[in-house]
Structures are given as structure tokens and as C-alpha cells.
Nanobody, 114 residues
Framework: QVQVVESGGGLVQAGGSLRLSCAASGSIFSRFTMGWYRQAPGKERELLAHISSSGNTNYADSVKGRFTISRDNAKNTVYLQMNGLKPEDTAVYYC????????WGQGTQVTVSS
């Protein structure tokens, strides 16, 4: 069974940076489309970015220019580099295999202090 595990969350001051990692099991990781989401308290889960098997990326307007999604197929890992963090970025961040099937990670907490 394919699983994904996020890491790299934590507490950071406004304006700071964090890099989240998402490690996926399975030998066909290079074929996966991967996505990063977040969910703040009292809000719906929000798609932030996704990256296709060929490396094409898309971003939500809320993070465009500040967050960068990337992947290392040799390590079965997708990353989310987050720069210029704001208090409103505080949320639980989730990784998801988007295609060819859906698998969610357990999430990692990111807290941005003002």
C-alpha cells in the first residue's frame, strides 16, 4: 500500500522560511502527480500547488511567488519551499498523491508567529 509522510513543519517568525518534505513509498513515484494542501482552523482544505510527473507546476494565487513545489524522483520525495511566511499561512499542511490514485499524508503543522 502506498503511503506518504510529511515532515519539516514547525514554528517560524513572519518573513521566515520553511521547507516541507513528503516522502512517498512505491516504485512508481516518478509517475505520480503530487500536491500540497493546507487547512487552517475553521477553514476548508486548500490546494496550494501540484507538480506533474513531467515537472509541470501550478500554484494557488495565495502562494504564487512565495512557495515553490519541486520533486526528487530518486528520493521519492516532493518538497514545498515556503518563503516570506505570513501569520495567515499557519495551518496543517498535507501532501497528497493526486494521480493515478489519491493518497493523503497525515499532515504537518506550520505555525507562523507575528
Amino acid at each position: 500500500q502506498v503511503q506518504v509522510v510529511e515532515s519539516g513543519g514547525g514554528l517560524v517568525q513572519a518573513g521566515g522560511s520553511l521547507r516541507l518534505s513528503c516522502a512517498a513509498s512505491g516504485s512508481i513515484f516518478s509517475r505520480f502527480t503530487m500536491g500540497w494542501y493546507r487547512q487552517a482552523p475553521g477553514k476548508e482544505r486548500e490546494l496550494l500547488a501540484h507538480i506533474s510527473s513531467s515537472g509541470n507546476t501550478n500554484y494557488a494565487d495565495s502562494v504564487k511567488g512565495r512557495f515553490t513545489i519541486s520533486r526528487d524522483n530518486a528520493k521519492n520525495t516532493v518538497y514545498l519551499q515556503m518563503n516570506g511566511l505570513k501569520p495567515e499561512d499557519t495551518a496543517v499542511y498535507y501532501c497528497r498523491i493526486e494521480y493515478p490514485f489519491a493518497v493523503w499524508g497525515q499532515g504537518t503543522q506550520v505555525t507562523v508567529s507575528s
